[in-house]
């Protein structure tokens, strides 16, 4: 993906499909055999770096572009370990990310 411009490296807009199916095919092999609960401690430990990132970038900080960047990364590692365990739960992210684009299914706002 071309950095901070939403494509991928063909030029094309990246749909959460399309990276679904770029995580599944790099990936898939080494996530089923690690199986959800591993995968779901990665998840863990990467928003757990979200965190922290968060943590560094928070108003009133002075955040280096080094702390920028980790931030965009560490958004991009819960992004991927998500996905990763919708690929191993059989979960099509496009279709359930549906909740919130069909106006017969968005529910409440949560507070």
């Not at 959460?16 to 609960?37: N, V």
């Not at 591993?38 to 863990?44: A, C, N, P, S, Y």
């Not at 922290?52 to 819960?78: C, I």
């Amino acid at each position: 993906m071309a950095a901070g411009s939403g494509q991928d490296s063909d030029g094309q807009e990246l749909t959460f499909a399309a990276f679904q199916r770029l995580i599944r095919e790099r990936y898939h092999a080494t996530d089923a055999a690690r199986g959800t609960p591993g995968t779901f401690m990665w998840l863990v430990e990467e928003l757990g770096e979200l965190a922290t990132a968060l943590h560094d970038n928070a108003p009133g900080k002075s955040p280096t572009p080094a702390h920028r960047a980790n931030l965009d990364e560490e958004f991009a590692d819960v992004l991927a370990w998500l996905t990763t365990l919708a690929n191993i739960n059989g979960v099509d992210l496009q279709e359930a990310l549906r909740k919130y684009t069909d106006a017969d299914r968005v529910e409440g706002v949560k507070d």
